[in-house]
């Protein structure tokens, strides 16, 4: 059972920038991929970004690719999303998640463990 825990949320500024980061514990982080989700308010949730178990490979949604940056620090066990240049519409709860699959059951979005998620708020 691998547990996963989100920190790093917070409201800012469109343009500015924010790094999520994703503790994980419980299991052997290194023989997953992880990947970062998001929801918004009324919509349903979405793929943000994947990232391979060695960390050689990453993918990333058409509406983050040039400002997100996905990667993982395998002796710490946790994974991390750099965001920059952030716009009002980036505003959601951001979940990550692990997958034995890897980036592939990411982005089908069939994941093994979730965490419980950090609001991040982008203001105009």
């Known amino acids: 059972q691998v547990q996963l825990v989100e920190s790093g949320g917070g409201l800012v500024q469109a343009g500015d920038s924010l790094r999520l980061s994703c503790a994980a514990s419980?299991?052997?982080?290194?023989?997953?991929?992880m990947g970062w989700f998001r929801q918004a308010p009324g919509k349903e949730r979405e793929f943000v970004a994947a990232?391979?178990?060695?960390?050689?490979?990453?993918n990333y949604a058409d509406s983050v690719k040039g400002r997100f940056t996905i990667s993982r620090d395998n002796y710490r066990n946790t994974a991390y999303l750099q965001m920059n240049s952030l716009k009002p519409e980036d505003t959601a709860v951001y979940y990550c998640?692990?997958?034995?699959?890897?980036?592939?059951?990411?982005?089908?979005?069939?994941?093994?463990?979730w965490g419980q998620g950090t609001q991040v708020t982008v203001s105009s």
């Open positions: 990232i391979s178990a060695g960390g050689r490979t990453t």
């Open positions: 419980g299991g052997t982080f290194g023989r997953y991929g």
């Open positions: 998640a692990a997958a034995s699959g890897g980036t592939y059951s990411i982005r089908i979005n069939a994941c093994d463990y």
